[in-house]
Each structure stands twice: as structure tokens, then as C-alpha cells.
Nanobody, 126 residues
């Protein structure tokens, strides 16, 4: 098993930046593809970005492409999404998740992720 703890959320003005972190404990982080999901009030959960086990492949939702960058440091067991040019519509609870699934290399469906953090709130004011 792996335990995930997110941090770095908060209140930021539109156009600003935040760097979230997801610290993992338990099994080696390199055993998992990692994803970041968000859920806004009244909306379905969506995968905004994900990264393969070795960091060689990444995924970005169209809504964040060009603004968010995901990276991972397996030695530190941490995954970082850097979020720039934030918009009010980015306001949501952001969740880190770990997938041990062997395929696809970058799961987008939440059903492929077995482990989830508690979430961190990001609020972008206009």
C-alpha cells in the first residue's frame, strides 16, 4: 500500500501560480503512475494531469494544457504539479492518486487509481 498526502493548496488571484505537492509513503513511488484529479462543487471529478512511473510520459487535460506542468522525484517520493496562469475555473479540491495498473502507462480514469490523498483546496479569485 501507499499513503498520499497533498499540500500546497490555498487562495490565489487569477493569473497567479501555485505548486502542489504529493508526498508518498509506503511502497516505492516508482511502482506507481501518478495522477492529479480535481472536483469542483457540482461537477464531476476529472483528471487534470498524470505522469508515468519513470516520468517519461505525461498527460494534461485540454483545460490546463500549457499552464500546468507535472513532475516527479521518485527519490523523494513526491509528485509536483506546477500550476501557472490560474483561472477562477481552476477552483476545486485537488486530489493526488496512485495507480499500480500495468496499462495504460498513464491512466486517466479514476477507476485505475487505487490510492488517493485527502485532497487540498485551491481557490482562484477573480
Amino acid at each position: 500500500q501507499v499513503q498520499l498526502v497533498e499540500s500546497g493548496g490555498g487562495l490565489v488571484q487569477a493569473g497567479g501560480s501555485l505548486r502542489l505537492s504529493c508526498a508518498a509513503s509506503g511502497r516505492l513511488l516508482s511502482s506507481y503512475a501518478m495522477g492529479w484529479f480535481r472536483q469542483a462543487p457540482g461537477k464531476e471529478r476529472e483528471c487534470v494531469t498524470a505522469i508515468s512511473r519513470n516520468g517519461g510520459s505525461t498527460y494534461y487535460a485540454d483545460s490546463v494544457k500549457g499552464r500546468f506542468t507535472i513532475s516527479r522525484d521518485n527519490a523523494k517520493s513526491t509528485v509536483y504539479p506546477q500550476m501557472n496562469s490560474l483561472k477562477p475555473e481552476d477552483t476545486a479540491v485537488y486530489y493526488c492518486a496512485a495507480s499500480g495498473s500495468s496499462w495504460p502507462a498513464i491512466p486517466i480514469s479514476g477507476r485505475k487509481y487505487a490510492y488517493w490523498g485527502q485532497g487540498t483546496l485551491v481557490t482562484v479569485s477573480s
